[in-house]
């Protein structure tokens, strides 16, 4: 359906997870495909899997930590030197733990703060000069924490709402140049780190499946497939949105299922 043949994307946090499959993505749909993170052989290992995908594309990777700022402007200038300009970006970097509010440390807070918000902020500052204009497209991975209290998610909740009020400020700012941004907010997806942490069992997740009003966990592809619109032509007029893909968890499952992990995450530890 999409055809991103001789447009250069760049994944951070592109190594794993969603990001991964959202890079490979573009690359099957003829893209030229930058990725980042903070491990040097996990982006090794994802340019070789970018290159199986879309041998005829440009590809390639550079290591560096979001919250560096020297690291993240020697990134970008190797995506310069390759791309010239950028016309998708994807901003993925992410951390997140469970842990309740009254033991969680004030390092632990500012970490996930520093790498989601903090780090979203540098990565786009980083990327804006570089920004395809008219027709740049930015995408940020947020959270469902973001707009759903869930306990032992205090953390990670304060940065998403920030990262997706940044998008929104920023499709305000950027709009008149014709750069557009927008929010993704992944649902429980199957086979991701994240969604292994917080629900650590087959059976948890199953439970978390039965939460979801289309009576399934997510696939990485689903995520995929919203990057590839939400970047394409077809969506050409969309800027400022924080879409769930998510089979409509957030309308109310969401916040239960987490209540339930978070209780039965609670007892064990007791035990």
Same mark, same amino acid.
């Given at each position: 359906?999409?055809?991103?043949?001789?447009?250069?994307?760049?994944?951070?946090?592109?190594?794993?997870?969603?990001?991964?499959?959202?890079a490979?993505?573009?690359?099957?749909? @003829?893209a030229?495909?930058?990725?980042?993170?903070?491990?040097?052989?996990?982006?090794?290992?994802?340019?070789?899997?970018?290159r199986?995908?879309?041998?005829? @594309?440009?590809?390639?990777?550079?290591?560096?930590?979001?919250?560096?700022?020297?690291?993240?402007?020697?990134g970008?200038?190797?995506?310069?030197?390759?791309?010239?300009?950028? $016309?998708?970006l994807?901003?993925?970097?992410?951390?997140?733990?469970?842990?309740?509010?009254?033991?969680?440390?004030?390092?632990g807070?500012?970490s996930?703060?520093?790498?989601?918000?903090?780090?979203?902020?540098?990565?786009?500052?980083?990327?804006?000069?570089?920004?395809?204009?008219?027709? @740049?497209?930015?995408?940020?991975?947020?959270?469902?924490?973001?707009?759903?209290?869930?306990?032992m998610?205090?953390?990670?909740?304060?940065?998403?709402?920030?990262?997706?009020?940044?998008?929104?400020?920023?499709?305000?700012?950027?709009?008149?140049?014709?750069?557009?941004?927008?929010?993704?907010?992944?649902?429980?997806?199957?086979?991701?780190?994240?969604?292994?942490r917080?629900?650590?069992?087959?059976?948890?997740?199953?439970?978390?499946?039965?939460?979801?009003p289309?009576?399934?966990? @997510?696939?990485?592809? $689903?995520?995929?497939?919203?990057?590839?619109?939400?970047a394409?032509?077809?969506?050409?007029?969309?800027?400022?949105?924080v879409?769930?893909?998510?089979?409509?968890?957030s309308?109310?499952?969401?916040?239960?299922?987490?209540?339930?992990?978070?209780?039965?995450?609670?007892?064990?530890?007791?035990?």
């Amino acid at each position: 359906m999409f055809d991103y043949k001789g447009k250069n994307v760049v994944v951070v946090g592109g190594t794993s997870g969603i990001n991964l499959a959202i890079a490979l993505a573009f690359a099957q749909a @003829g893209a030229n495909v930058a990725v980042a993170s903070r491990s040097a052989e996990k982006v090794n290992a994802a340019v070789k899997l970018l290159r199986e995908a879309n041998p005829k @594309g440009t590809h390639m990777g550079a290591s560096f930590d979001v919250r560096d700022v020297d690291g993240l402007t020697a990134g970008f200038s190797q995506f310069n030197v390759h791309f010239s300009q950028i $016309d998708v970006l994807v901003s993925g970097a992410a951390g997140n733990f469970p842990a309740p509010a009254a033991l969680l440390s004030e390092n632990g807070f500012k970490s996930v703060m520093d790498i989601d918000l903090l780090g979203s902020f540098q990565v786009l500052k980083q990327a804006y000069p570089l920004m395809t204009r008219p027709g @740049g497209c930015i995408i940020q991975i947020s959270a469902p924490q973001a707009f759903v209290a869930m306990p032992m998610q205090a953390h990670v909740g304060a940065a998403k709402a920030g990262v997706d009020m940044l998008t929104k400020n920023l499709a305000l700012e950027w709009g008149c140049e014709g750069i557009r941004i927008n929010s993704i907010v992944p649902g429980p997806i199957s086979g991701t780190e994240g969604f292994n942490r917080l629900a650590p069992s087959a059976e948890l997740q199953e439970r978390v499946a039965k939460s979801v009003p289309l009576q399934r966990n @997510g696939l990485r592809q $689903d995520i995929a497939n919203g990057a590839l619109f939400l970047a394409s032509p077809m969506a050409s007029y969309i800027t400022g949105v924080v879409l769930p893909i998510d089979g409509g968890w957030s309308l109310g499952g969401a916040s239960m299922a987490m209540a339930e992990l978070a209780l039965l995450a609670t007892t064990r530890a007791k035990e």
